[in-house]
């Protein structure tokens, strides 16, 4: 189906907006403050900065009510690994504490280029390590606990959960990746020729994000391409979600088929019309895919 009008008028001002962070993350202009917009109100946020062997990890609590221990999600924010920190995903991730009824703990984990592989996954998993440690402190019930995020933050839901189940860790009863990429070493072929231009993600922005990201590692290591890791058994209960003019919508498409071919209860969005990043923009269908991502949340860790 064609475009949904409802991204008619963001389309035009992503690839300023897309050129504006690859500036900032190859230094060539200051990170920028995101200009005031509405803000979703939930019962309790707090900011920490968590101590990890590598270094301070931002961290962003959000809370949907109080006196009451709610399920624990950790959320990892898109930005093609080289841009975004909790303030960027501020607004979806209130409105996906409301819609899972649970304790969200927004990560702000280190940034390529400065930052390559594997930073942001010993950031993403030392933040899990210490939320289900400390999560009696914000009224979370670390026995109820998922991984989720966007894009980027949906590889690193992805990686962070076949991490956990290689290497050991808190053991996670639910993964929502939305829009992930999970083959950083997939041929421009299928979603990724058919959308790489001119649908918000085209191919010069993707090449810069995934080199930044993967620098000298093996771009089809499964903690880098989950999609190439040789078994995806014995994994949490997923939700996969893609849009159909996103260039990584095969890729989820082909992770969702997989995990529910080797045994993990799967379930897949496939948004028509939609483009990558839509659950962030001010939209009615972001807001609808947020509150049906809640929801499977909801079901999953009650």
Known sequence: MPVNPQFAQILPRLPEAIAMSRAIAEGRLP?????PGPVTPVAYVEDRVLP????????????PRQNAARPLVLFFHGGGFVSGDVNTHDEITRQLALAADCVIVSVTYRLAPAHPYPAALQDCLAA???????????????????????????????VTALHVRDEGGPELAAQLLIYPGTDLAAPREGSMAETGEGFYLDHEILDFYHASYVAKADPGSPYISPLRAPSLADLPPALVLVAEY??????GLAYAKRLAEEGV????????????GFLSFPVPLGK???????????AQLS
């Open 31 to 35: 990170p920028m403050a995101l200009p």
């Open 52 to 63: 990890t062997p590598a270094g301070l990890v931002p961290v962003r609590i959000y809370a």
């Open 128 to 158: 899990l390590n210490w939320a289900v440690a400390h999560a009696e402190e914000f009224g979370a019930d670390a026995t109820r606990l998922a991984v989720a995020g966007d894009s980027a933050g949906g590889n690193l839901a992805a």
């Open 246 to 251: 996103d260039p990584l919508r095969d890729q």
């Open 265 to 276: 209860p799967t379930e897949l969005l496939n948004y028509e019309g939609a483009i990558h």
């Open 288 to 298: 609808e895919a947020i509150e049906t991502c809640g929801a499977w949340l909801k």
